[in-house]
């Protein structure tokens, strides 16, 4: 695959890097957006959110994009990690003494450590819910409207009882800031969208997105935890 | 002033290598860093030693020829200078400093503090020029109408002085600033425009071909450069390879 069409230079590997991870920017706006049901009082949450997952794991226009979404979590990983390989190739005696802090933004420089971060985050948080949700037998919850589905919102909300849990899922959306505060203003410049009209929108958009989609993600199990 | 040098020493291509410590005295504030590395080689050769081959050609900052990496960066701790326009007074008394050669698998040493750049103009070889009739009937550059701003902006990219800092200084070891520099160079200009894909196309893959790592947008390249060539030419650069690769008859 290193050298198929697609992958087969340094600038192409860039352009789909930037691409997979700016879909999946998308996707964390959606998936933030439609975790927010989780703020409801539980008695409310319970409904809503249960026919949400119903929706989710159901409805085919999902499902494609879902499908997209595993997709582009693999291949962003691979082409990370393809890239970082080379890279490491590309100096074989490294310096004496380097002093990277005088010219570059460590986040960066780490964006392979914190892209680790997020996939073992990212097993984690799937072996808890997606593998309960398609995979393992769960308890079950009759929704209002008579249907019988899977009950995920108690599968989540006793997780976010559970306080090592919650610390867990809170500092985890520390790389996931972290990554997000170079990436996303990244992908925009691999694309080549670098002019002097709308450079300020994009950083400013970028560190933005870095700070609120996290902390809506951690803001979940919080409110959970400390408020039912 | 009394200085401490750690500075990396390899016989030839073959040789591992080493650094090798120098104590150096009567260091002027005024004098260049290459002064001082030419009053450490003349103590050098007075004790019967092998000076320190570093490579070195104006001495006014235009040549690009003095590749060190010094302290951790590329041309030392000041912005927009090479070697030879560092001066020893950005150093105090007693301090121990750091001397390498560029690090890259493109720039394999030579000797000590000597890199070979060749990778450079093979770069260049695939691309980076304009297929112009010589002949007698050359059209006169100023009888072609430019955009102000385009010129500027090929001027600022006709700036990059080819040294490699920005590889050096890269923790990919990638040329991505350079080939920018000189794809956008021409790229912008009507001149260079009957050739602008096929540019592209070459010298981004005879950069590869070479060797040298993936730009990760750190940005280190552009901030050690010392003619401080922006990072707009990579974008611009990228979006040129895109443009030619998805439409190259």
């Known amino acids: 695959m290193a050298n198929s069409y697609f992958l087969k230079n340094s600038l192409t590997k860039k352009y789909w890097m930037a691409a997979s991870g700016l879909f999946l920017c998308i996707f964390l706006l959606g998936h933030l957006a439609g975790n927010l049901q989780l703020l409801l009082p539980p008695e409310k949450a319970k409904d809503a959110f249960n026919a949400y997952a119903l929706f989710m794991t159901t409805f085919p226009a999902v499902k494609i994009l879902s499908y997209l979404t595993y997709f582009s979590i693999l291949f962003?990983?691979?082409?990370?990690?393809?890239?970082?390989?080379?890279?490491?190739?590309?100096?074989?005696?490294?310096?004496?003494?380097?002093?990277?802090?005088?010219?570059?933004?460590?986040?960066?420089?780490?964006?392979?450590?914190?892209?680790?971060?997020?996939?073992?985050?990212?097993?984690?948080?799937?072996?808890?819910?997606?593998?309960?949700?398609?995979?393992?037998?769960?308890?079950?919850?009759?929704?209002?409207?008579?249907?019988?589905?899977?009950?995920?919102?108690?599968?989540?909300?006793?997780?976010?009882?559970?306080?090592?849990?919650?610390?867990?899922?809170?500092?985890?959306?520390?790389?996931?800031?972290?990554?997000?505060?170079?990436?996303?203003?990244?992908?925009?410049?691999?694309?080549g969208l670098n002019h002097a009209k709308y450079n300020n929108l994009i950083s400013m958009t970028g560190i933005a997105f870095s700070v609120l989609v996290p902390l809506g993600f951690a803001a979940i199990p919080l409110v959970v935890y400390f408020m039912y | 002033m009394k200085l401490t040098l750690k500075i990396w020493r390899q016989s030839g291509p073959e040789d591992k290598g080493a650094m090798k410590t120098y104590p150096v005295e009567g260091i002027d504030g005024d004098m260049s860093f290459l002064e001082m590395m030419d009053v450490l080689n003349e103590q050098l050769i007075e004790q019967g030693e092998e000076p320190v081959a570093f490579d070195h050609d104006c001495r006014e900052g235009i040549c690009g020829m003095c590749s060190m990496y010094i302290n951790g960066q590329a041309h030392g701790p000041k912005r927009g200078v090479t070697t030879c326009q560092l001066h020893m007074r950005s150093f105090k008394d007693g301090d121990t400093i750091y001397i390498e050669p560029w690090r890259s698998k493109a720039f394999p040493v030579v000797k000590d503090l000597v890199v070979d750049r060749s990778s450079f103009d093979r770069i260049i070889q695939s691309g980076g020029f304009v297929s112009v009739n010589t002949s007698g009937n050359t059209i006169d550059a100023n009888a072609t109408p430019i955009e102000k701003e385009n010129a500027d902006k090929a001027f600022d990219a006709a700036t990059c002085i080819g040294c490699g800092a920005c590889v050096a200084s890269c923790k990919n070891a990638s040329a991505m600033l350079f080939v920018s520099a000189k794809v956008s160079q021409l790229s912008l200009l009507p001149q260079g425009d009957p050739e602008r894909k096929s540019r592209a196309l070459n010298m981004v893959n005879q950069m590869d071909e070479e060797g040298f790592g993936n730009c990760t947008n750190t940005g280190a390249c552009s901030v050690e450069c010392p003619k401080e060539i922006s990072l707009e030419n990579i974008a611009r650069m990228n979006r040129e390879f895109l443009k030619a690769s998805v439409s190259k008859e």
């Open chain 1, 76 to 191: 962003h990983a691979f082409d990370g990690i393809l890239l970082t390989i080379e890279n490491n190739k590309a100096r074989p005696v490294n310096y004496a003494y380097s002093k990277p802090s005088a010219n570059s933004a460590w986040t960066s420089r780490y964006m392979g450590i914190l892209g680790t971060a997020i996939l073992v985050f990212l097993v984690i948080h799937l072996w808890a819910f997606w593998a309960g949700m398609h995979f393992r037998s769960i308890p079950t919850y009759a929704l209002a409207d008579g249907t019988i589905v899977k009950d995920l919102y108690s599968e989540v909300y006793n997780a976010f009882k559970n306080l090592p849990y919650v610390i867990l899922y809170v500092v985890c959306m520390i790389p996931l800031g972290l990554h997000l505060s170079h990436g996303f203003a990244s992908a925009f410049q691999s694309w």
